[in-house]
């Protein structure tokens, strides 16, 4: 399946063994970038107009950079709780600083939706980007994000992992 411009590729792999994947990349020669805290705000009008088209505004510490978002899923559709996926819109820039843009985006008419904390640990593998995410109240699971699904199903692949998962 081709991206569309400015398509989010990535899969997300639930039950993993997070020490089990973090040997595997290294066996295959991944790279750690980091362990670290991402700190995230996420914004909507107070009518809640951008989650009736399944989208958000997010601010993003992620420890070396602070990046603002636009996110819509696409194919969700709130009405039809058996619809799924099929893809994600995000158009992203970096800022310079988490609480002036969401200052900003404050001052245009958006309202804070929720805060949220997580960990995420980051490795790059033949260019891929390969993260295990850890949140409140969820089992760690596998993000992995490219330039094309190819490239990330051969990621999987690599990995031993079921693409069904």
Request: proline share 4%.
């Amino acid at each position: 399946m081709a991206a569309t411009p400015n398509e989010e590729i990535e899969a997300k792999i639930l039950g993993i063994d997070p020490e089990v994947i973090e040997a595997k990349l290294a066996e295959l020669g991944g790279t750690k970038r980091f362990d670290r805290i991402f700190h995230r705000a996420v914004f909507d009008y107070a009518d809640l107009r951008l989650d009736k088209q399944a989208a958000w505004v997010r601010v993003r510490d992620e420890g070396d950079k602070t990046t603002m978002s636009f996110k819509q899923r696409l194919g969700w559709n709130a009405a039809d709780p058996h619809s799924n996926d099929t893809g994600m819109i995000e158009e992203e820039v970096v800022v310079s600083d988490f609480e002036t843009a969401c200052k900003i985006l404050r001052h245009i008419g958006l309202t804070d939706k929720f805060f949220m904390e997580n960990r995420r640990v980051q490795f790059m593998l033949d260019g891929v980007e390969v993260d295990i995410d850890y949140w409140p109240l969820l089992e760690p699971y596998l993000e992995i994000e490219a330039d094309s699904w190819q490239a990330v199903d051969r990621t999987i692949e690599k990995l031993g992992l079921d693409p069904e998962t």
